[in-house]
């Protein structure tokens, strides 16, 4: 089955960085959608990043765009988010996410609903 296990988070100062880990297994992810997003409490899941697995083609939420970079290494299959310039708004539970869904757009890549596997979270906290 698939899983997907996040890693990284951590407590850091305003401006400080971070790089999140996102480890998957269970199946091969040739063609599928990987992304991550962010939820605080009482909030709904916000799109941070996304990218195809083959072929890269990134999107970023406008919040994190020129400060955050997600990346991938398929012979680790593990997928990463840089963070740079963090701000205390940045501060959220962030999850790694796996879907097969067809159209890849800005609309379709920040949509939750469109994504089938979840990681279990992890907290990023940014001090001021």
């Known amino acids: 089955q698939v899983q997907l296990v996040e890693s990284g988070g951590a407590s850091v100062q305003d401006g400080g960085s971070l790089r999140l880990a996102c480890v998957l297994s269970?199946?091969?992810?040739?063609?599928?959608?990987m992304g991550w997003f962010r939820q605080v409490p009482g909030k709904d899941r916000d799109f941070v990043a996304a990218?195809?697995?083959?072929?890269?083609?990134?999107y970023y939420g406008h919040s994190v765009e020129g400060r955050f970079t997600i990346s991938r290494d398929a012979a680790k299959n593990t997928m990463y988010l840089d963070m740079n310039s963090l701000k205390p708004e940045d501060a959220a539970v962030y999850y790694c996410?796996?879907?097969?869904?067809?159209?890849?757009?800005?609309?379709?890549?920040?949509?939750?609903?469109?994504?089938?596997?979840w990681g279990q979270g992890t907290q990023v906290t940014v001090s001021s």
């Open positions: 269970g199946h091969t992810f040739d063609g599928w959608k």
């Open positions: 996410a796996a879907g097969t869904f067809k159209f890849w757009n800005e609309g379709t890549v920040a949509d939750p609903d469109n994504y089938n596997y």
């Open positions: 990218l195809l697995w083959n072929h890269y083609m990134p």
